[in-house]
């Protein structure tokens, strides 16, 4: 079973960052106090680091036991430690590495640096995702494109079709660079709550066809629901192609 999308409009690109930073601490908190150990993934993009930033200005951030909370990534781009276009690094400039993680629970795709390849990246993912609990997070926040990509899966792309896998290396990606390691649409939809986070004009369509429910030749947004909820958290401008 999986969870009807529901869309929450907010007016401006800093509202949906800041409405997601409540939301997640939020969550967060709950999860600690039914005795969960949390499990969350992050997104790349502007967004997916402006929502970590906002976390830092929710005051009760800081009763989270951040310790206690496991991150990983939707999808990384398969470059060395530390480079400027990884999600990671930018989320670390965003003030990741002001929560008080214990680094032992921040789970980072390896990349060339440390693998032989993007398929061996991808391996040593979806191991250490089965060592952790086999993949049942319990957040999962993705960043949409224009095109109606989430994680590295594009539509149209060969990778969006893999099965029976955790994560999946991708080659020749439509936006560089073109190597990736993503979780797959099956990993994704394990989740028990998924979050869009969304903003711009640009994005109204792709907003529309994830919410819709689009094939996934238009939209692999659409292909990904929580088992719990499954939110869109919206700007207006991106919010103006829904008919309801």
């Known amino acids: 079973m999986s969870a009807a999308p529901v869309v929450v409009v907010h007016p401006d690109k800093q509202s949906v960052a800041d409405g997601g930073a409540a939301r997640l601490v939020t969550a967060l908190l709950d999860l600690q ?5 949390p499990h969350v993934s ?20 800081t009763a989270v036991d951040w ?13 060395p430690a530390g480079d400027a276009d990884r999600n990671d690094t930018q989320n670390d400039a965003a003030g990741l590495d002001r929560l008080g993680l214990d680094q032992a629970n921040v789970h980072r ?27 049942e ?6 960043g949409v494109g224009p095109d109606g990509h989430v994680a590295s899966l594009f539509p149209g792309h060969p990778a969006q079709l893999t099965t029976d896998a955790i994560a999946v290396a991708v080659h020749d990606s439509p936006k560089p660079p073109p190597d990736r390691v993503s979780l797959t649409f099956e990993c ?12 711009g004009a640009d994005k109204a369509e792709a ?29 207006a401008d991106s919010a103006t192609d829904l008919t309801s």
């Open 33 to 37: 106090a039914a005795g969960r150990a």
């Open 42 to 61: 992050l997104t790349g993009g502007s967004l997916g680091s402006a929502i970590i930033a906002s976390i830092l200005e929710v005051p009760a951030h």
């Open 67 to 79: 310790s206690k909370v496991s991150l990983w990534w939707g999808d990384e781009r398969y470059l």
């Open 109 to 135: 795709v390896a990349g060339p640096d440390t693998s032989a390849s993007a398929e061996d990246s991808a391996e040593l993912y979806s191991a250490a995702v089965r060592a952790s609990g086999g993949g």
């Open 137 to 142: 997070f319990d957040i999962m926040i993705l």
């Open 188 to 199: 994704l939809s394990r989740s028990d709550r998924v979050w869009f986070l969304v903003a």
């Open 207 to 235: 907003v529309r066809n994830g919410v819709e429910g689009a094939g996934p030749e238009l939209s692999s947004a659409a292909q990904v629901r929580g088992i719990r909820e499954t939110i869109w958290l919206v700007d």
